[in-house]
């Protein structure tokens, strides 16, 4: 056998080698079980939660070594390119953001919409939240669209709003509107996914408002593909077995007038462009609008409530393109019968359920989640704002919602479906 044939043969156990090795790693994070972690799969029952391992701890080591070994082979393997980290924008100089009084009044996260029912046993009530959700997505006969298809069957477009922060081992989902600008900073601080003058931030409030919802300052799951190409969706499964995963909800109604109120009642020139002038062109015959939001608001014309009710119940609305995050359903956002959730926050116990949710993730002493007001209440409000909605729209509006409503055990609101 001569030099060449034997350095051929070389190559070839090496790249069989080389190969084995890759599948040996990922049978074996498929197989390894609630043994090493405290997660569950979405097979598994409802049990008490119960603190994730620091990431110091033996087995946290193990897991993070073994799972980078994976990812860093895969980012050699797609090429350079794919190995680079999310690029992150230049920031200024420390400067804790200020909001006016009108902006934080309308803000969706600084008013909570009903008495909030605390449990005494905050563990009891996660039980109990997570029973509630995961009854009705096995419950065959509550169904709504999406609710039978697999993690697979998501386009991967539909997985951004999935954050991840590997060095905690922690997965968020966010859902504009229910203080996602804050738990985005908190991820920001955990994953330190971005720095000030080289130093990464410790505060989530000095954290400036526009980097918070700019796209290339988070890992989201929609970003796999480019990174670790065919190995992706297997990746994201991993992290959803191994990781912990939250998000945050609240009542589905109250949330659709914060919408409103952020988007149309301030000047956001974004949004009058690409809502409110088709909405008032379609729904309220105008036919000449002025150019700018400030001229319009200057000129006294502003988008209804009724108007934006009437968009989103209009079927050639997603015929068009799908609903915008602030107004687009949860669990087309999260996709909770896909994916087991570790934690389901809501924002009428927020400061409860955020205090819970730090002390889980042992990094309570690392940070607080930044504090809010509540200057508005309840169902008062909710009746207000729907008293010029007519009932048939009401009630056709409740069942666009319904699934958010039924999942994450919000009340029907009777009060405002019947005369």
């Known amino acids: 056998m001569d030099t060449m044939t034997k350095s051929r043969l070389f190559r070839l156990w090496l790249v069989l080698g080389s190969a084995f090795m890759v599948l040996l790693i990922i049978v074996y994070w498929d197989n390894m079980g609630p043994a090493h972690f405290n997660l569950h799969t979405a097979l598994s029952r409802p049990h008490a939660l119960k603190p994730f391992p620091s990431p110091n701890s033996a087995s946290g080591d193990v897991f993070t070594s073994s799972l980078e070994i994976l990812e860093s082979f895969v980012r050699e393997k797609q090429g350079p390119l794919l190995s680079k980290r999310v690029e992150q924008p230049s920031l200024p100089a420390s400067s804790k953001p200020v909001l006016g009084n009108l902006e934080e009044s309308v803000r969706g996260y600084d008013w909570s919409s009903h008495a909030a029912q605390q449990s005494a046993d905050p563990d009891a009530r996660q039980a109990e939240r997570r029973s509630v959700l ?21 386009p991967n477009y539909e997985l951004n709003h999935l954050i991840v922060d590997d060095r905690h081992g922690v997965i968020y989902c966010y859902v504009p509107k229910v203080a996602c600008t804050n738990w985005k900073r908190v991820m920001i601080v955990l994953s330190q996914s971005l720095s000030d003058q080289g130093t990464p931030y410790r505060d989530p409030l000095d954290i400036p408002r526009e980097y918070v919802h700019n796209s ?17 969706r297997h990746l994201m499964k991993i ?10 909800v609240r009542d589905p109604f109250v949330r659709l007038i914060s919408a409103f109120r952020s988007k ?41 409530f009724a108007t ?3 968009y989103l119940l209009d079927p050639h609305t997603e015929q068009l393109a799908p609903f915008n995050e602030h107004w687009r359903q949860v669990h087309r956002l ?5 994916i ?39 169902s008062s409000w909710e009746e207000g704002w729907f008293a010029k909605i007519p009932l048939a729209w009401r009630q056709q509006l409740y069942k666009l919602y319904e699934a958010d409503f039924v999942l994450f055990g919000y009340p029907k609101p009777e009060n405002l479906l019947r005369d």
């Open 134 to 154: 995961r009854g009705f997505c096995a419950n065959d006969s509550f169904v709504f669209p999406t609710k039978e298809r697999s993690f697979d069957d998501i």
């Open 216 to 232: 290339s300052t988070h890992l989201t799951f929609n970003k796999f593909w480019r990174r670790y190409g065919k190995f992706s």
């Open 239 to 248: 992290k959803l077995k191994k990781y912990t995963k939250f998000l945050f």
């Open 264 to 304: 149309f009642e301030l000047e956001n020139e974004e949004f009058y462009q690409k809502f409110a002038v088709p909405m008032l062109k379609r729904y309220s015959n105008h036919t000449s609008l002025p150019a700018s939001v400030s001229e319009a608001f200057s000129a006294g014309l502003r988008l209804s």
């Open 308 to 310: 934006f009710i009437q």
């Open 334 to 338: 999260c996709h909770p019968c896909q």
């Open 340 to 378: 087991d959730y570790d934690f389901v926050g809501k924002l009428e116990t927020l400061d409860q359920d955020a205090a819970q949710l730090l002390r889980l993730l042992k990094v309570d002493k690392l940070l607080q989640f930044p504090p809010s007001y509540r200057n508005r209440t309840a």
